[in-house]
């Protein structure tokens, strides 16, 4: 079931946002420091060409502190990495102008990409500007140098894209665990309030939600009768059976123990009425090995500007314990 990404308030951006934002504002500390002795040095060694250039970068890399001090997390840690990618981009051109071989800033541009780009972009993007930087130190230097500094780059490509590798994999199998519930392998409760939120922000553009609310019936008495191992397995089942009777992008939520929710955003009216009757259907005709297991379903609609998200959803509730109260086994639709 393909989690509907565009109603997720998505905290794993926000937490990658600020992490960049830390990054860079060490980074661009360290560097003042750096810049500052590596100008100093410079300057006493008479070597004015390079002084100029820790001068510059220095001034960038204070202007970039008071930014990422001033401007949000959200963007602050992309601008300073493009910025030192477009210096880097300039680096090998003034070397160039000056006659001076400026190829060893080149190995500081493929762990920058890491924070910008995926691996697959960033890949690219390195093996680019490695060709540049070795077309430039061609005009300035002999083959030998080329050559040694292809190598040297080549190789810290190699690891850095392994690691950019490693790192989405295990970012993803993070993700996973942290919005998946691990018995019932539906969303959990977290992502579902991160879905809630999306929805009341009326800047996502969402007009309408139609919120099921399902709960197993007599589930106390499958646990007493059979063993809460069992019970486990029910719930575990339950979710798949309600999995493959969804339609496409409706997520499915672990809400509580044996309750789960269902969000159909900006579908038709009565399509939730619909479709919670199939999965009532479904469960009832489900084989749970030897154990009987029904679902009661409440159903409410939320209209843009018609009253809080919470209130359909506090409806749904309602009338989900309105089909319990009926004999349960069966769906019950808040009236609008
Ligand atoms: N095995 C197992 N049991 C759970 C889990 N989560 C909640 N439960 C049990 O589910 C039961 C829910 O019982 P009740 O809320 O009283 O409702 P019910 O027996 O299903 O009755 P109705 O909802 O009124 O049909 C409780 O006994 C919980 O201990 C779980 O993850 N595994």
Same mark, same amino acid.
């Given at each position: 079931m393909a989690l509907n990404t565009t109603l997720r308030q998505d905290s794993f951006i926000t937490l990658r946002?600020? =992490?960049r934002w830390r990054v860079a504002l060490v980074l661009a500390s360290l560097i003042v420091v750096v810049m500052?002795?590596?100008g100093t040095i410079n300057t006493k060694l008479g070597l004015t060409d390079t002084a100029r250039l820790a001068w510059a970068v220095l001034a960038v890399a204070s202007a970039s502190v008071i930014v990422l001090l001033l401007t949000s997390r959200r963007l602050g840690g992309t601008i300073f990495f493009a910025s030192i990618a477009a210096i880097?981009?300039?680096v090998p051109i003034y070397g160039l102008e000056i006659d001076r071989?400026?190829?060893?800033?080149?190995? =500081?541009?493929?762990?920058?990409?890491?924070?910008?780009l995926r691996p697959g972009p +960033?890949?690219?993007?390195?093996?680019a500007y490695g060709i540049y930087v070795s077309w430039i130190t061609a005009l300035l230097l002999p083959p030998i140098e080329v050559v040694r500094f292809s190598s040297g780059? $080549?190789?810290?490509?190699?690891?850095? *894209?392994? *690691?950019a590798l490693l790192q989405e994999q295990a970012a993803k199998m993070l993700?996973?665990? +942290?919005?998946h519930d691990a018995l019932s392998n539906c969303l959990n409760r977290r992502t579902f309030n991160e879905a809630l939120d999306r929805l009341a922000s009326t800047r996502n553009g969402f007009q309408s939600c139609e919120f099921l609310l399902i709960d197993i019936d007599h589930f106390k008495a499958i646990n007493d009768q059979n063993g809460h191992l069992v019970g486990d397995r029910i719930i575990t089942q339950v979710a798949a059976e309600l999995g493959r009777s969804l339609v496409a992008d409706a997520p499915l939520f672990r809400y509580g123990g044996e309750e789960f929710a269902v969000m159909l955003v900006d579908a038709d009216e009565g399509a939730g009425e619909a479709l919670a009757e199939r999965l009532r259907s479904a469960i009832e005709? $489900?084989?749970?090995? $030897?154990?009987?297991?029904? =679902?009661s379903v409440g159903v409410s609609r939320w209209r843009v500007g018609r009253g809080k998200v919470e209130s359909a959803l506090q409806k749904a509730d309602e009338a989900l314990y309105a089909a319990k109260r009926a004999g349960r086994n069966r769906i019950e639709v808040a009236s609008a």
């Open positions: 946002d600020t =992490i500052i002795t590596l880097l981009l300039i071989n400026m190829q060893h800033w080149a190995y =500081i541009f493929p762990p920058l990409l890491v924070f910008l +960033s890949l690219v993007a390195m093996v780059y $080549g190789l810290t490509v190699c690891f850095m *894209y392994t *690691y993700r996973y665990h +942290s919005d005709q $489900g084989d749970f090995q $030897g154990v009987k297991v029904t =679902i």
